[in-house]
């Protein structure tokens, strides 16, 4: 699996030291390693992050926008590092995480190794589900949590932020045609996630101003990577974080639909008891 938070360290130190060799230094890597990561993540994309010349080397406008977003991630991991080590110059002891699951698998998984290493006293005991949990009935001491949070004693602080995308593969659009607004997905095939806290409602914003659509899908799942497949196979319309989709948009396996609508951004957050 891709390391895309390595990768972000790496293109963010390339576009902030001004070059590969200088990156490199930075990063205690060789500058063929640092290209190669930035050539995989360009390739990855499907778009140019930089301008290369022999004299300079700039950022693309797409680059610049990619940087700004991973300097915000890697900035709010290292601020949730150090909360949890602070007091500490090493961590110890063990922490009982629950985290959803698809944005454990593709975003948390690689970053679990990198903080053992960096706190040998710790342990970690993962729970990877798409449940709410009760942190303090069940004895967790973080979750990562995806949406709008409600009131409580927790003690809550950002991460990141992503956007529900409704999305299909290019077969099944050349089968039924795209719709061209929300109350068209009416009539499509589309694959519902069953945890979505508005239930079979999806909404969005566009030209029309706001608009919601009861939709009628034919597959639920409680996992958006079972809906994620279902679309990557050509059988309907899902509605899915940008988070998990994303790499398939810029591949073309997944194609937006309705592109001048927009639904909802998600905060994604961590939270713990308060102290």
Not at 3 to 9: A, K
Not at 99 to 113: D, I, K, N, Q, R
Not at 223 to 230: E, K, P, S, V
Request: hydrophobic share 45%.
């Amino acid at each position: 699996m891709t390391d895309r938070f390595e990768e972000m360290r790496v293109f963010a130190a390339v576009v902030e030291a001004g070059g590969f060799t200088a990156a490199a230094g930075r990063l205690g890597m060789s500058k063929a390693a640092v290209s190669r990561h930035v050539a995989e993540l360009e390739e990855r994309l499907g778009v140019r992050l930089l301008h290369r010349t022999t004299r300079r080397l700039s950022s693309t406008a797409e680059g610049e926008l990619f940087h700004a977003r991973c300097r915000e991630l890697l900035d709010r991991l290292e601020e949730a590092e150090a909360e949890l080590g602070s007091g500490n110059s090493t961590a110890q002891g063990v922490v009982r995480a629950n985290v959803p699951l698809s944005f454990g698998l593709l975003h948390l998984a690689p970053l679990w190794p990198r903080l053992l290493e960096r706190h040998p006293g710790l342990e970690l005991d993962i729970t990877l589900s798409d449940r709410v949990a009760d942190l303090v009935d069940e004895g967790y001491d973080l979750a990562v949590r995806i949406g709008q949070l409600s009131a409580s004693s927790l003690v809550s602080r950002p991460l990141a932020s992503t956007r529900l995308v409704a999305c299909a593969a290019p077969a099944y659009l050349a089968a039924h045609g795209a719709p061209a607004r929300p109350a068209e997905l009416a009539r499509h095939a589309v694959i519902g996630y069953s945890l979505f806290a508005a239930g079979d409602t999806w909404s969005f914003s566009g030209p029309g101003g706001e608009e919601a659509v009861k939709v009628q899908p034919r597959m639920r799942a409680n996992n958006g990577d079972t809906c994620r497949a279902a679309a990557l196979a050509g059988q309907g319309i899902i509605l899915q974080p940008s988070f998990m989709v994303g790499a398939d948009l810029a591949e073309g396996a997944l194609v937006e639909v309705m592109p001048g609508w927009r639904s909802i951004a998600l905060g994604i957050h961590a939270v713990y008891p308060s102290p």
